[in-house]
């Protein structure tokens, strides 16, 4: 019964934190929509904080790399560009 839940749960969080495949933010739009549908986000996975994050909601569930050529860093321009705008508030 416990496996049940953990399993629904994880299948849940993988469709509203967006880290299932082909559920993925691929655009600058998509990313501002998820943090509004979603009303707080990290803009890294916090460990220990079970919060979605846009940096797992572009790149996957996976850990984030020191390798600054990895293609999920876009999250850096999009948060600059609207950490100043009121569209899209501050990520931490």
Request: charged share 25%.
């Amino acid at each position: 019964m416990v496996q049940d839940f953990n399993k629904r749960l994880s299948e849940y969080r993988s469709v509203t934190c967006r880290t299932k495949p082909g559920l993925r933010i691929t655009s600058e739009q998509q990313a501002v929509d998820f943090v509004e549908e979603r009303g707080f986000v990290t803009f890294w996975p916090v460990q220990g904080l079970p919060t979605a994050s846009l940096w797992s909601a572009v790149a996957g569930d996976r850990i984030v790399p020191d390798d600054h050529d990895d293609p999920a860093h876009i999250t850096w321009e999009w948060n600059a560009r609207h950490i100043r705008r009121p569209v899209l508030p501050p990520l931490i």
